[in-house]
């Protein structure tokens, strides 16, 4: 099996390190830059698990512009959703009919690309609470182990491919990976979406650590947020209460608490966030559905307004 993952940031350098002793010259890590893929090529990828204990992995890259056509069975899509669009050629370019495609990006809006695939049948969508933090372009700092779901996107009562089988098995027996197949990955990506609606553009407004929404002061915004996102939701067809969410934002609050969010990461580094495919998500699906959602709306607003000022 030939695996590939296309985005050598965060997740995908945590996931390179993981899969290198078990895919070794099968594996290849997609670039956007050469210079970052002659480093993976020199130096391999350090790995720092969350004792401090360091390791090297040796590792293969190459730029995406230099996608090899048509090899990979099983691609491991690891851009944020800000890049995703830009990236569908080298998709399409590096995978064949029977390719397992697994997209991993936080939020919503994937769907529409995944739609724009020719020929491409068996497409995933991705949940994870693995946590990682790059400290550089071949380094990377697992910050906690966790759950990964996959689930076959457009949902389907089709059984996955057996190719996806067999690399989950390797996953979990060779590198003790929780990580299984969920036929409701809709569920999952929608409970994933109500914590980031809440805790990306908050923490990233506010430039506090994730633990920190904990106390009163942020509770009145917290819940304003939640309530949009249910009514949206079950709108949606998905059964998800308020009380369950608000309990699952209070706990990935606490195990996460000394982070910095992805949004507010991005923010302090002058870069794009995923905020339009978060809380402009519930805008889009409320316009939709006819439901007002101004609070998700003013969270859309702000952060457009931080970016700018971070230019
Ligand atoms: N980090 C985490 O713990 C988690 C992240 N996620 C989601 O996963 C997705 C990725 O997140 P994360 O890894 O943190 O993001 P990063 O920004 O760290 O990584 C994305 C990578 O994609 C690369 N990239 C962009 N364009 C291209 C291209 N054309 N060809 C090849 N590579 C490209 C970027 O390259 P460059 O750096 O050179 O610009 C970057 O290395 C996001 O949607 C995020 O929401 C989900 C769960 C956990
Ligand atoms: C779960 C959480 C909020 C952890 O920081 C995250 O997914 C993010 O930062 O994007």
Not at 55 to 75: F, N, T, W
Not at 162 to 169: Q, T, V
Request: overall charge neutral.
């Amino acid at each position: 099996m030939r695996v590939a993952i296309l985005g050598s940031g965060s997740l995908g350098l945590l996931w390179g390190a993981r899969m290198q002793p078990l895919f070794g010259e099968n594996l290849l890590l997609l670039t956007r830059t050469k210079d970052q893929a002659e480093l993976l090529n020199r130096e391999g990828i350090r790995f720092i698990g969350q004792g401090g204990e360091t390791e090297q992995r040796a590792c293969h890259a190459v730029c995406s512009d230099e996608m090899p056509e048509g090899k990979i069975d099983l691609l491991l899509v690891m851009v944020k959703q800000t890049h995703l669009s830009a990236v569908l050629p080298v998709i399409q370019k590096g995978t064949h009919p029977e390719s397992q495609i697994i997209f991993w990006q936080n939020g919503l809006g994937h769907q529409e690309n995944i739609a724009r695939l020719t020929d491409r049948p068996w497409t995933y969508l991705s949940v994870t609470t693995e946590g990682a933090l790059r400290e550089g372009d071949n380094v990377i700092r697992g910050t906690g182990r966790g759950e990964t779901s996959i689930g076959l996107y457009p949902p389907s009562e089709e059984k996955p491919h057996p190719l996806l089988l067999r690399w989950i098995n390797i996953l979990k027996e060779q590198a003790g990976c929780n990580i299984l197949y969920d036929r409701q990955i809709l569920h999952k990506i929608w409970g994933k979406l109500a914590v980031n609606c809440v805790i990306n553009p908050l923490t990233a407004l506010y430039g506090v650590k994730n633990g920190a929404l904990l106390s009163p002061e942020y509770q009145a915004e917290w819940k304003e947020i939640l309530h949009e996102v249910v009514l949206v939701a079950n709108r949606e067809g998905i059964p998800l209460s308020y009380a369950d969410l608000d309990e699952k934002v209070k706990s990935v609050c606490k195990q996460t608490a000394g982070n910095f969010s992805s949004m507010l990461q991005d923010v302090m580094r002058g870069n794009k966030t995923e905020v339009d495919f978060i809380n402009g998500a519930i805008v889009r699906l409320g316009r939709k559905h006819r439901i007002d959602t101004p609070v998700n709306l003013r969270l859309v607003n702000l952060i457009h307004e931080k970016e700018e000022q971070m230019l």
